[in-house]
């Protein structure tokens, strides 16, 4: 007969029933796990995530975990072997969520038998022990190493930190006396004790308390042992001892061990002979470098693809940043356009999963939004993707450690990336073109990937595309895709029409073919006159690691982050209404300036009749994570304080403002007409404008030739004077005011525009806006 006890083992009564309040409500950051099984289904496993995601956030990035613990305090009595294996899968399940053990304690020596005498029969009752001193309270290091190239404690530990330094250097000028000298003795008297070995036999209750610490961004390494491995059974016995052949082999490679204390040297020597034995000499080799010589691992990292020295945002890779920086500041977006044809969703596909297509289509169907776009192989809307680097290169892709079946989500990515390319996918089809001119004009790229099908010709499509970019000023990149089975003549053919099209005058560009690494290098900081060239493919993979290497070190074209201090804009580019439990919620990208979510009120506008709704932004998400501030070069959505008449009025192209701003009907703008087919272009001119996220008919209700223009061009040529007034003919530069048909819009000077009325016309940029319409 067992009595089991009553109160925790090692908490007074008082600290019990706090405890006990804080499991009940599921509130806090302790968590109690009597047993972890080493046989996880994968919906286990995913529930063991979201539950230690969620202790993370309540204790605002570390929580603790008491194994062998039961629901209502009460010691589980169970034995050392159990617990480890408990405490290595939580911990694996920790690296998976971007965490690391800081604190790994085993206690034993908690529990006390003793045998009471009946008439009949002896009974063996557990009781607490009453002698404190005799419990064993052993640190053991983590299981997985924690490789972290900076700091990661909370900024609490750091104003202690600081404190206790400024009190040590203040204190420091005084003498110790005599009694603190012998306390020193004493202390160090106590330090120069043997080491206490835990019991390893069954029988040997034991509990472990693990504190875990979630480090947000690239700081650490990727675990160096799949989740997925757990749900197939494998042990923790298995990663320590390495008695079993096969799954063991395997985690012994992966896993570099810590042994812990307990761990007798005969089976330390035992199991190192027979891992080498079993394992290829090279790589066993390579491990113990690893291990014993930290300046091996230092060699691997320098021989890995670097950043260029010249961009001064990855020159801090000691210096822990944020998740909101390394949105904002080192994420660079790149539009991928091209023809129908091109491949542009399975290259994204392919590179965001890490998984090579299989020829018809697989890659794509993991990044495409509708049903009617992967029936037909068509991209309709426009979706970004983000593409995750470490700081040596490597990718952050692939699946989901623990969801095999599904993608990494994108505040996964966001955290354990050093630097980000935001990858646009576009449509391609020439009935979608309004869509990818509005994606191209709200995008905000600092690239442009021009996939070119290498088994045909460029279409007038990939001119149209070339063109767009160039209005722009957005430098480009040329893929050649599907070059697995392409005849060689047909991709002579098609490099030799594009090159000719680089070159025409409108785009001025000289093609680049990059071949290797060395070239790659070459064309990173020239991209303003190169126009580098690639050839790739999704099924053989084929020139992936050179396109992937040349996404990494792009320098970061627009720097945002210098929009700080001005008035903050966030350009609305899509809007969901009634969002069960939140309401309104609009995302956008953040143009200019920060703002902190809760009590500041915000601007949303314009409406149909030009005001503007004041409300309260609630919270506020980027990537996927929650956040209480925003600021300039972020993609970010917005909850919104909202009744339901408001909501009805809310729709794309809106913008978020703090200060009261204004809306006009009508702007000024200096305007360049592009060369190409015939266009005709005078006064009462109806053209479809596209201004950053606004787009709207507009007509042209004045016109004067301006030859000292803000875009500092030759004097203007093309343009004649008739009974009608001037008219405007490809080539002519023009100061024109422009008034939209339908609704008023929110814009300023100095933003880029483009119309077109089926096919682009002209580029310009807004000068200014009359008094009377503002």
Not at 678 to 686: A, H, K, P, V
Request: hydrophobic fraction near 30%; aromatic fraction near 4%.
């Amino acid at each position: 007969e067992i009595n089991y006890l009553p109160h925790f083992p090692s908490l007074s009564t008082q600290q019990t029933v706090s405890t006990r309040h804080i499991h009940i409500t599921q509130d806090g950051s302790a968590e109690y796990k009597r047993q972890v099984h080493k046989q996880l289904s994968t919906t286990r496993l995913r529930t063991l995530s979201t539950q230690m995601s969620y202790r993370l956030d309540e204790g605002n990035g570390r929580c603790t975990y008491h194994i062998g613990v039961e629901d209502d305090g009460c010691h589980s009595l169970l034995d050392y072997p159990s617990i480890s294996e408990s405490a290595w899968i939580l911990e694996s399940i920790a690296r998976s969520l971007n965490s690391i053990v800081l604190e790994r304690k085993m206690i034993q020596n908690e529990i006390l038998v003793r045998v009471e005498e009946g008439d009949e029969e002896h009974k063996e009752v557990l009781t607490l022990t009453e002698d404190q001193a005799g419990v064993i309270v052993v640190e053991e290091p983590p299981v997985l190493d924690n490789h972290i190239h900076g700091s990661y404690h909370n900024a609490e530990d750091e104003d202690n930190e600081d404190e206790e330094k400024k009190l040590g250097s203040e204190a420091g000028d005084d003498e110790t006396t005599p009694e603190e000298e012998e306390k020193k003795e004493e202390k160090d008297g106590k330090d120069e004790k043997p080491k206490v070995k835990l019991c390893t036999e069954e029988g040997s209750y034991t509990r472990c308390e693990l504190t875990i610490q979630r480090v947000e961004t690239h700081l650490l390494d990727p675990s160096p042992l799949s989740l997925s491995s757990l749900s197939r059974g494998s042990s923790f016995a298995e990663g320590v001892d390495g008695t079993t052949i096969g799954t063991t082999t395997v985690l012994t490679r992966k896993l570099s061990l810590k042994n812990p204390n307990n761990v007798e040297e005969d089976t330390e020597s035992a199991s190192s002979t027979s891992s080498k034995e079993e394992e290829d000499p090279a790589v066993d080799a390579t491990e113990h470098g690893k291990e014993d010589h930290p300046a091996a691992t230092t060699t691997v990292v320098d021989n890995a693809p670097s950043p260029k020295k010249e961009d001064p945002t990855v020159s801090t890779q000691e210096q822990p940043v944020s998740v909101q920086e390394t949105l904002s500041s080192r994420n660079i977006r790149v539009a991928v356009v091209g023809n129908v044809d091109a491949g542009k969703s399975t290259l994204i596909g392919t590179l965001t999963t890490s998984f090579l297509d299989d020829g018809r289509g697989s890659s794509r169907t993991a990044i495409m939004k509708h049903r009617h776009e992967i029936e037909s192989g068509r991209t309709s809307t426009s979706s970004s993707h983000l593409l995750g680097f470490r700081d040596t290169g490597e990718t952050i892709a692939g699946r989901d450690k623990i969801r095999s079946n599904k993608m990494k989500s994108e505040d996964e990515i966001a955290r354990a990336s050093f630097r980000i390319v935001t990858l646009m996918d576009l449509a391609g089809h020439e009935k979608y073109l309004k869509t990818t001119i509005h994606g191209v004009s709200s995008g905000m790229a600092d690239y442009g990937l021009i996939l070119v099908n290498s088994r045909h010709p460029p279409t007038h499509m990939t001119q149209h595309h070339l063109n767009l970019c160039c209005s722009y000023g957005i430098p480009v990149i040329v893929v050649f895709t599907k070059v697995d089975g392409c005849p060689d003549h047909a991709l002579a053919t098609s490099k030799k029409e594009l090159a000719k099209l680089l070159k025409s005058p409108d785009i001025g560009r000289r093609p680049f073919a990059v071949k290797n690494e060395a070239d790659v290098d070459t064309c990173v900081g020239k991209l303003q006159v190169l126009a580098p060239m690639l050839d790739i493919s999704c099924v053989t993979g084929e020139g992936l690691p050179l396109l992937r290497k040349l996404l990494f070190g792009l320098p970061k074209r627009r720097r945002h982050e210098k929009k700080v201090n001005r008035p903050f804009e966030l350009l609305i580019e899509d809007v969901f209404n009634n969002v069960p439990g939140v309401g309104s919620v609009v995302s956008g990208f953040v143009n200019a300036g920060e703002l902190t979510v809760g009590t500041t009120q915000v601007y949303v506008g314009p409406t149909d009749d030009g005001t503007f709704l004041k409300t309260v932004a609630k919270s506020a998400h980027i990537a996927r994570i929650n956040t209480t501030r925003i600021t300039a070069g972020q993609s970010a959505t917005l909850a919104f304080s909202l009744n339901k008449e408001m909501r009805k009025k809310l729709r794309r192209g809106m913008v978020v403002v703090k200060d009261n701003p204004t809306s006009t009907r009508q702007f000024d703008a200096e305007i360049c007409v592009l060369k190409g087919e015939g266009t005709t272009i005078r006064e009462s001119y109806q053209a479809y404008v596209h201004i950053l996220n606004v787009r709207q008919t507009a007509f042209a209700r004045n016109i004067e030739i301006v030859n000292n223009n803000a875009l500092g061009l030759p004097p203007s040529h093309g343009a004649k004077h008739d009974s009608e007034g001037i008219v405007l003919r490809p080539g002519s530069r023009a100061k024109v005011r422009f008034e939209f048909a339908k609704r008023p819009e929110y814009l300023r000077p100095g933003m880029r525009m483009l119309f077109r009325d089926g096919r682009v016309r002209g580029v310009g940029i807004v000068t200014g806006i009359p008094t009377a319409a503002a």
